[in-house]
Nanobody
Framework: QVELVESGGGLVQAGGSLRLSCATS????????MGWFRQAPGKERDFVAA????????NSADSVKGRFTISRDNAGNTVYLQMNSLKPEDTAVYYC?????????????????????WGQGTQVTVSS
């Protein structure tokens, strides 16, 4: 497991943008599959986006496709979630997550149970 620290959340009006960042202390960041999940009050934690070790493969939930983009900077040990055209239904706590044990260069995961490290979360609130 590694420590993950999210930043960049906040309050934004509908149609606006935010960029979330997640920094890790892990020394082998380029070996980690990274992902973002979100959890709205009273709801399950849902998959948002994931990115493979090299960053060449990404996947995102249908609800955010075309609006959110996941990327990573392996030299800077950071993963990002660029969120555009935000909607009130995007309001949630956003969690950064890592799978540190994968050996596959092409893997990404959409199931929360497959990740072994989680950040504390950052609140994103979209007002209408």
């Amino acid at each position: 497991q590694v420590e993950l620290v999210e930043s960049g959340g906040g309050l934004v009006q509908a149609g606006g943008s935010l960029r979330l960042s997640c920094a890790t202390s892990g020394r082998t960041f380029n070996n980690y599959v990274m992902g973002w999940f979100r959890q709205a009050p009273g709801k399950e934690r849902d998959f948002v986006a994931a990115i493979s070790r090299s960053g060449s493969i990404t996947n995102s939930a249908d609800s955010v496709k075309g609006r959110f983009t996941i990327s990573r900077d392996n030299a800077g040990n950071t993963v990002y979630l660029q969120m555009n055209s935000l909607k009130p239904e995007d309001t949630a706590v956003y969690y950064c997550t890592a799978q540190t044990q994968t050996t596959s260069y092409s893997a990404y995961y959409t199931e929360a149970s497959l990740y072994d490290s989680w950040g504390q979360g950052t609140q994103v609130t979209v007002s209408s």
